[in-house]
């Protein structure tokens, strides 16, 4: 089932929660909102799930414009961080719950509604607790009864909002797996939020980040990690080196890293230059008299961390091979596979990767 979110404003006194926020979801897609704390994500869920109400913009569910449809009749469901069960109602009626409190002509007959009871107690792997009330089970399970219960209604859209954060991390890695099964098997389109980034790139088909009120990128995973649209973006996804620079005829200089060779097609001036560890690569200098020093190593199983002073700046980069050699105090030599220009204003610069010998594209050695 399609979302489609249009120019969303949500205003709270003079602060925008949401500040013209556009987003389209494929059926079955499982999205993510990952952001800084204040950023909107939240807020963009609850207008979802029609818990709160946009100044501007609309938001169509499969096609139909949702603004004059209640939360209840929406079709979607709902599952919060502390799971928000009623403690004096057992298991199985919470999760009956939102089959009961339906409008008459929609509510199912009480035999139906213990039936559907019972194969969500099944589908989430919790049978036996059906009379037991919330305190009287695990945060794991409780979490399970949340989303059974969200399920109950047959939602075409499921809304999670950080809805693993109060799970311990053994715990939590194996109920969001398993939330990602359940929705691949029940075909649902999916909304996650979170700030856990490992989580929204363990879990998501694309994850929509959000800055100030903005979404500032939406794309897959790797999309996010590889081709970042901004500073904000590069420097929030995966881990990456953040160096200041400056652009000189259109040449690119760094004090701390001199990587030869990268001409940049914006303005000259002042630039932030993102790389990532991965492609730091650190190697034992021929010459004996490398231009970094290796400040730490952290083995890993067939390669290893390196942290290397370089000027004033500590870089971490991965040293893939004769990881023997590599030892604090060694001077070592490095390698730049890949970085990402952006300029003042946080917008990502065109490279020109000069095509000769030790260019960047090819791997600068320095
Ligand atoms: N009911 C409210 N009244 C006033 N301001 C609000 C209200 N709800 C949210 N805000 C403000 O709107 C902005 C966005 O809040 P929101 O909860 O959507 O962010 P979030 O990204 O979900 O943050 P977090 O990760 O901390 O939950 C924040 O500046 C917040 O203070």
Redesign the pocket.
């Known amino acids: 089932m399609t979302v489609e979110i249009e120019k969303l404003v949500r205003r709270?006194?003079h602060?925008a929660?949401l500040d013209g926020v556009s987003l389209a979801l494929h059926p079955g897609e499982f999205a993510a909102l990952l952001?800084p704390?204040?950023?909107?994500?939240?807020?963009?869920l609850r207008i979802l799930a029609g818990l709160d109400f946009p100044d501007a913009g609309s938001v169509r569910i499969a096609g139909t414009d949702v603004a004059g449809v209640p939360a209840r009749l929406r079709g979607v469901g709902v599952v919060f961080q502390h799971y928000a069960l009623f403690r004096h109602m057992t298991i199985a009626e919470n999760i009956a719950f939102g089959l009961r409190v339906r409008p008459r002509r929609l509510r199912p007959a009480a035999a139906d509604i213990a039936r559907r009871v019972a194969t969500l107690l099944e589908l989430v792997q919790i049978p036996d607790l059906a009379g037991r009330y919330p305190d009287q089970v695990s945060g794991g399970q409780r979490q399970r009864v949340a989303l059974a219960r969200a399920l109950a209604i047959e939602p075409s859209l499921l809304l999670l909002d950080e809805p693993f954060g109060a799970l311990d991390a053994l715990v939590r890695k194996e109920v969001r797996r398993w939330v990602r099964g359940l929705h691949d098997r029940l075909g649902i389109t999916s909304v996650l939020?979170t700030?856990d980034q490992d989580e929204a790139m363990e879990l998501a088909d694309r994850i929509a980040v959000?800055d100030r009120?903005r979404i500032v990128q939406f794309g897959t995973p790797r999309a996010l990690l590889d081709d970042p649209q901004t500073a904000f973006v590069a420097g929030f996804i995966g881990e990456a080196n953040r160096l200041r620079g400056e652009v000189r005829d259109g040449w690119l200089e760094m004090r701390d890293l001199p990587v030869p060779m990268v001409r940049v097609k914006g303005r000259d001036g002042p630039v932030e230059v993102f790389i990532r560890p991965a492609d730091l690569l650190v190697a034992p200098s021929p010459r004996r008299h490398g231009c970094v020093e290796v400040a730490l190593v952290r083995p890993e199983t067939e390669s290893a961390r390196v942290v290397v002073r370089c000027g004033a700046s500590l870089l971490d980069g991965v040293a893939p091979t004769q990881v023997g050699r590599i030892l604090p105090g060694v001077l070592c030599d490095v390698t730049v596979r890949r970085l990402t220009v952006f300029g003042e204003d946080g917008a990502r610069e065109d490279l020109h990767l000069v095509d000769a010998p030790g260019c960047v594209g090819a791997g600068a050695s320095i």
Do not use: I, P
């Open positions: 709270f006194g602060n929660a952001g704390s204040g950023s909107g994500k939240t807020t963009l939020v700030h959000m009120g």
